[in-house]
């Protein structure tokens, strides 16, 4: 699950020219994760050492810019609580709709299965802009334009197929016998759900629940089309930096580690499950 | 404890493209079977014969698709497998990994709102019988082979149901372990008298659990009989080749008057075998079948009831030694004694008694001559 | 041993429709009843600024989008786009994922840090590259070139498509590296002993082994990243807005300025029909591929 697991495999041992290519590595790393390094030192200064031509990279760090960016009437806390209740809210949903599906098909498989678990998947490669409009329309005229249902109702679409298959494959882990097992020892189909199955299948349901959430997170197409004030997210936010207020950069890079931070942490854990998740299964 | 009664039980899988109705692995056809109370009955075969989906119908986690299952007279085919009050030892074990040792073998129990001074007694009881009291709080993951198969043993135990099923529970055990565990089913077996089905690919497993044997084969039961006629009366080729280690040896035989004439063999027919084998006019040729425990090193003499070729393996396995002898086209296994004094390239002469062969038809593989046999037509009529 | 059981007895099927039925209906509500309206709306005249004109148009919306030569642009630039990101991530990907295969002090610290980038909200990367590393005057990467005595660059002015690839790339080339990654961990260890016995060199040894194992992952990277590259939105919306001119507008910003700056929802319904059957062009293998993988998966 942690980085850990992906250590195991072994290349060929490091020989001579090894210790160049670990040295590398970790440059490319380093390298890699430098701007958002950048972003974190930047939000840690004040706004005369953020805008200098020479940026400096020794300095006696403030948190005045999270301050300012925390303050009320920065309106942070406000697009904060839209991205909390919209992640949430559409991984929850998600969730509740995902294990049904994949517990008919995993444990009930009937020739449509296949099918039904492929157009599922299907509709994940529909670009979001082929159904912009109408959505848009349609919510316009139902009144769920710019509310936090109607953009938790988007996230959840766009993450359900991805769901659907990875509980799916988190069942399909789960050896038949154990199954059968249950059912001669007594076990309904309900009692088999919630005292085997599940219970099994807790860690995959998590790592579901924990991609959906960083995905649902992330997400900035719905967000800026479908919303403006009221159900806006930290995408919003923090896009709303692109012009004018784009000149105060420590505040800008505050209110940009405070909307990545959680997500970037997060998706440390869940690096395994993201292969699993976005491939549909073709890499394992 | 209970009688349980299969009748014309058949599972048959919806035709896949190439394969027909019967072809279809695992598929079973016209099986017919009534255990006596407390009997345990070995269901054996090579893979894909059906033996493990006959069991899996008995348990109700495949339903049979023509036929009747009755358990102590009752019909179970549309009963649910919970409902069915067996237990079952799977291959895998397929312990709950998510639960200690003590709660896998209660959960049956819990389910059954067993109260709970009475579930930690009956598991307390079983765990002793089966010597994992140490065990208990354990998660399966914690445990060696051995010891998670004596917990699914455990689970099945604990039920105190009316029939246990076991498919092929010794497969995944080292092979001392598994002769270890061999004897401790059947004393189990003894001491609690449930009727039980046991599925092995493995004869030897079958002969030495078993007291009544089904041999199946493509989806057909092939024999049902103790494994002392199975072994003595096979009623075709194919039981007779699957039953013993290491495997009857056959060779093609003419019919000629009185004697049985093939490569570099001849040998004369009892008055029994002449009446099985008929009229040599009728049949001409048939399969002439010897185990390699009835063929005996002699000197060099031709005559009847005498094989000769050349030694091309030689396997010492303490006690006995097996050679293998080129006769014809057939490579022959002999058991010799511990110390034949022979080598690789020599010619050995082996002497059979004609009372111990066993003869074949040539093209049905039906055995000639043993539907006399007393014990064969009992089988027959529970067939 | 045991047989796939398929045909379980009637009264142990589950009610499958009844725990299907909402996954399914949601999908439909959110995204094929949309799509087939998006179908619709392409065939009408339908300007939100003209609410009276309405009606059926045939055609009409096509023909004024392969007129529109910002259309065109648009449809260079996506392909741009997804091809010169394409080719960046693939290659630097399965460069790092070879790199971060070799057992090294510190291999999962190092490897957490390069796929961070991921993680980052797309707007965010945005500003961070917008503003903290191409500024021309306060930017990092001026500041680098002043230090080495040469002339800063105007990234987003001089170079918009590029400093667009440079952001979607330091995204998601950490998304190949990943992939590449645990491709390359699940090449059994035994396959590379064996060729090595055989006296195969490092480089026979990635030709004849690693790169045949690594050629079905590869293709998912390209059919994946692919089809997020073409509906690349929140970089462009958070930095170049599309700009200078139509330098940097895409199929989906195209789209976004037609309906929600022109109003004109046959115009941009048209253009998003064009974008599915873009996506679908690459989805189509990606979905037979994995359709494919869940027969060959499904003996359990």
Redesign the interface.
Known sequence: MT??N?????????GAG?TA??L???L???T??F??L??VL?ALKTEQTA?????TFIFSPTLESFRSALAQGSGYWHYALNSVITALGSTLVGLA??I??A???A????RRT?F???W????K??????????????YRSLGLLDTRLGLT??F??MN??IM?WMVYSYF?DI????V??????????T?TMF??IL??ALPGLASTGLLAL?LA??E??WS??MTDYHAAT??VY??S??SGE?LF?AR??AA?VL??AP??V???FA??Q??RG??????? | MAIVELKDVAKRYDSVPGKKGAEHANAVEDFNLTTKDGEFVVLVGPSGCGKSTTMRMIAGLEHNTAGEIRINGQDVSDVEPRDRDIAMVFQSYALYPHMSVYHNMAFALELKKTPKEEVKKRVQEAAKILDIEHLLDRKPRALSGGQRQRVALGRALVRQPQVFLMDEPLSNLDARLRVEMRAEITRLHRRLGVTTFYVTHDQTEAMTMGQRIVVMRDGRIQQIDTPYNLYERPVNRFVAGFIGTPSMNFLQADHQGETLKGEGFSCSLSAHQRTALGDAGQRPRCWLGIRPEHLHQVGASSGSGRLEGVIEVIEPLGPVTMAQVRIGETLVTAQLGAHPGIQIGDTLTLAFDPDHVHLFDIDSDEALGVAEAPSASSAQATA | MSAPSTNAPPQRRAPTKRLMAPSVLFLLVWMIVPLAMTLYYSLQDYNLMMPNTRGFAGFLSYELLFTDPVFWDALLNTLLLVATCLLVTVVAGLALALLFNRTFVGRGIARTLAISPFFVMPVVTGLIWKYMLLDPVYGLFSWVMRSVGLEPIQWLSSYPLLSVVMMISWEWTPFALLILLTGLQSLPEDQLEAVRLDGANRWQEFRHIVLPHLGQVLYVVIMLESIFFLTSFAEIYATTSGGPGTATTNLPYYIYLSAFFQYDIGLSSAAAVGAVILANIFAIFLIRFVAGNLNAGSQR
Request: net charge positive.
């Open positions: 980085a850990s992906v250590d195991q495999a072994p290349g060929r041992k490091s090894g290519l670990t590398l590595a970790w490319i790393g380093i890699m994760f701007p958002i950048w972003v930047t805008f200098s031509m020479t940026p709709l995902a049904p599906a517990y008919a098909m444990f009930y498989p009937s296949d039904t678990l492929v599922m998947v299907s509709t490669f529909i670009p979001a802009v082929g159904v912009l409009i109408p959505v848009f329309l349609v109702m988007l959840t679409a359900l197929p659907v399909r050896p038949v016998d154990i059968e097992a249950a059912s001669i020892d007594g076990a309904s189909t009692q005292r085997v219970p099994l960083i997170w992330n900035s197409f800026l089309t930290l995408a923090t896009a930096f692109k784009g950069w800008l890079s940009s909307t990545i997500i970037v997060l998706g440390w690096q395994r993201m292969v976005l491939t549909f299964g073709a890499v394992k």
